[in-house]
């Protein structure tokens, strides 16, 4: 199965990613959520897999820009997927799917492990 990265091509993260993955010739494909979408049921799956804390970016741009009440609902997986679905540039990035695994975030050490 080949990889899939997830994200959106103008964040500098997804771009060095991307820049990882070429260097070290790994094959992937992009699915671009801004354009293409994000299903509620791959979040679920994310979510169960990383847990919703580590999915759920609460440092992007996104996220602050949320009203404090909105922040306070997410306690739990089913309001994260909510504000992940209506603001899918909450989701952190990159998201890869190894057909193993996924990784989330830029970290070449998962990558070296789960990638080559």
């Given at each position: 199965m080949m990889n899939t990265v997830y994200g959106?091509?103008?964040?500098?993260?997804?771009?060095k990613t991307?820049?990882?993955l070429k260097k070290h010739s790994i094959e992937y494909s992009f699915h671009n959520y801004k354009l293409e979408g994000i299903s509620k049921e791959k979040l679920v799956q994310?979510?169960?897999e990383a847990g919703w804390e580590t999915?759920?970016?609460?440092k992007s741009?996104?996220?602050?820009?949320?009203?404090?009440?909105?922040?306070?609902?997410?306690?739990?997986?089913t309001e994260a997927i909510k504000v992940m679905m209506?603001?899918?540039?909450?989701?952190?990035r990159p998201v890869i799917?190894?057909?193993k695994k996924i990784l989330v975030g830029y970290d070449e050490d998962a990558f070296i492990k789960h990638l080559k």
């Open positions: 959106i091509p103008n964040c500098d993260t997804v771009k991307q820049d990882w994310w979510c169960k999915v759920l970016n609460r741009s996104t996220w602050k820009k949320l009203t404090p009440e909105q922040q306070q609902k997410v306690t739990n997986q209506e603001n899918n540039s909450s989701i952190k799917e190894t057909g």
